[in-house]
């Protein structure tokens, strides 16, 4: 047993001041648990990365981790006692780059898996508008789940719907048209593209359909169905049930959607306590046009940096300055086509004239910032940004951070260390990539989220997915990171695998670490929240290809079961 890490865990909280409360001890220590998990195999991540038979839970805390006999015998008569059969635990998984859980109210196109289905799911739609009504798809899709591995033509959607504007929404930075959305938003072949986006044109010039970043903007979308509460708790819920205990919203829940009212909703449902999963809500900065605009923005929504429990809290500010897969911002030209004769290097979404002033500001008002940035030439800029920031009043350790970093080049390693840069990182390869081996060619493509290379260079990495880009599912994320296999091909980048131990780690305690709550969460110690997951099978020593399939059959939040796979009894 390690009661004795309880108290040491305690000291170094009150020694630290940390903001959060110390473990809570409602009662004296020779209080019975209320609950043991006995006869299991306890993968605690701690700092041993130990593994025990069974844990003891009082409250919604971890009181005693240890082997089965020794905790049985601390039962008391109202201990409930749960069996695991053998059965692997480890702690709450975490996603330090979640959306939302995707889905939503238009066509839904995550499963089609050929050219033929979707636009087959675009014709039935098509079918059921009335003239003129735009159809419009949910953003959880990507060509490269596509049997053609390519995106459809405005000419294809035109077949299937030629008389309604047809706009599907792939991930956070594309959007393909037909010819009556193009005519409806006076979108034609000769339309400048706008700063900061690309508006897509086959060889002969026509339009392909395509509208990639602020170019998106020339497309006015019926504003988005109005969240509510209970929305955002069966969310959770779907979320609870693949085994993820705790998740980093980067800024926009809902996108398109209204994140101060979003927030107010985590809120509410905090208050009524129907909040089933640990939230860190990042705010966003959209409009980088000046200084004093982004100052009124931050004034009018009444929110502080840092505020909010160990349920809730508000983690930073969420910024951007390079597109996605087709908009990247690289140091060197896109593959051919793409780099259309060298010329090609991605879009600077936010130019750093604008974007380093806003940092300023931020780190003058005591935000930590958070950048998309994908590219080696947008990684520059954030550096640039963050180094200036740090001149004028540090941030060494204050953990900001760069979401995504596909493209690392060796310069920026030792910049990103002298200032305690944490990096966010997500399995997008395994989803997309044959599209970034089209962009960018197969060689940068084997090169993206190089893990084993930002574990050995001694950064803080934290995974996640960018659910809805990315499916939510973290067992698919590990799974890449560990093999760096692909959805539809074949392993990219082998020498960037990572052990099942460094993956884990990364689901957890470095996720907790990011958002400097690693003394409350992210492993199995005595102490901190009872937050778990009960697999259905041993995550250390299953046949690796079999790690995609692992399966939550119980998760735990604070002590309480969240969600209860139908197989999982809990006697
Ligand atoms: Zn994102």
Not at 89 to 102: Q, S
Not at 244 to 261: C, E, M, N
Not at 360 to 369: A, I, P, S, T, Y
Request: overall charge neutral; hydrophobic content about 40%.
């Amino acid at each position: 047993m390690k009661i004795d890490r309880r108290a040491a865990l305690l000291a170094a909280c009150l020694l630290a001041a940390c903001g959060t409360q110390p473990p809570s001890t409602p009662s004296s220590p020779s209080t019975p648990p209320d609950l043991i998990l006995y006869n299991g195999k306890i993968v605690t991540v701690d700092g041993e990365f130990s593994i025990a038979q069974a844990v003891a839970i009082r409250g919604d805390r971890f009181v005693a981790v240890g082997a089965t006999d020794a905790l049985r015998q601390s039962a008391g008569s109202a201990t409930r006692q749960i069996d695991l059969g053998g059965r692997t635990v480890i702690p709450g998984l975490m996603d330090g780059h979640l959306h939302n859980a995707g889905g939503g109210p238009g066509v839904d196109l995550s499963r089609v898996r050929s050219i033929d289905e979707l636009l087959a799911a675009v014709a039935a739609r098509a079918g059921n508008a009335a003239p003129g009504e735009a159809i419009v798809s949910n953003s959880d899709w990507h060509e490269a789940q596509l049997h053609e591995k390519r995106l459809p033509h405005l000419k294809e959607l035109d077949r299937v719907a030629p008389k309604n504007p047809v706009v599907l929404v792939r991930g956070g930075h594309e959007y393909i048209i037909n010819s009556a959305a193009a005519q409806r938003w006076n979108i034609t072949r000769s339309t400048n593209s706008p700063a900061g986006g690309e508006i897509g044109h086959d060889a002969d010039g026509e339009l392909n359909g395509e509208l990639v970043d602020t170019a998106r903007a020339l497309v006015h979308l019926p504003p988005a169905a109005p969240l509510n509460a209970s929305a955002i708790e069966r969310q959770l819920h779907l979320l609870n049930s693949v085994g993820l205990t705790s998740i980093r919203i980067p800024g926009s829940f809902q996108f398109g959607g209204d994140q101060v009212a979003a927030y107010r909703m985590f809120q509410e449902l905090k208050r009524d306590g129907r909040v089933t999963m640990r939230v860190n809500y990042l705010m966003r900065i959209f409009d980088f046009s000046s200084v004093d605009k982004v100052k009124a923005l931050i004034a009018s929504w009444n929110i502080k940096p840092d505020e909010g429990d160990e349920w809730l809290r508000i983690g930073g500010m969420k910024t951007l300055v390079d597109g996605g897969f087709e908009g990247g911002n690289m140091r060197e030209p896109y593959a051919e086509p793409y780099g259309r004769g060298g010329k090609f290097k991605g879009i600077e979404v936010v130019p750093r004239s604008q974007y380093i002033p806003v940092v300023l500001e931020l780190n003058r008002l005591g935000w930590r910032v958070a950048t998309h940035a994908v590219g080696d030439a947008a990684v520059d800029e954030v550096l640039d940004a963050y180094e200036a920031a740090d001149r004028e009043r540090s941030i060494k350790d204050r953990r900001w951070t760069i979401e995504h970093w596909f493209i690392a080049a060796p310069d920026q390693f030792p910049r990103a260390r002298a200032l305690g840069i944490a990096i966010s990182a997500q399995d997008h390869l395994y989803l997309a990539a044959p599209s970034m081996a089209k962009y960018w060619g197969r060689s940068r493509a084997a090169r993206v989220t190089p893990m084993r290379t930002f574990l050995d260079q001694g950064f803080l990495v934290a995974g996640g997915t960018d659910s809805p880009v990315i499916p939510y599912n973290p067992f698919w994320s590990m799974y890449h990171f560990i093999t760096r296999d692909t959805i539809s091909d074949g392993v990219y980048g082998a020498n960037q695998g990572i052990s099942r131990e460094e993956a884990l780690r990364v689901y957890t305690i470095n996720n907790a670490r990011l958002t400097f709550e690693d003394n409350l969460k992210g492993s199995i110690e005595p102490g901190k929240l009872a937050d778990l997951v009960v697999l259905s099978a041993d995550y250390l020593t299953v046949p690796e290809k079999q790690i995609e399939s692992l399966k939550a059959l119980a998760t735990m939040v604070g002590g309480r079961f969240v969600y209860t796979d139908p197989s999982m009894r809990l006697q």
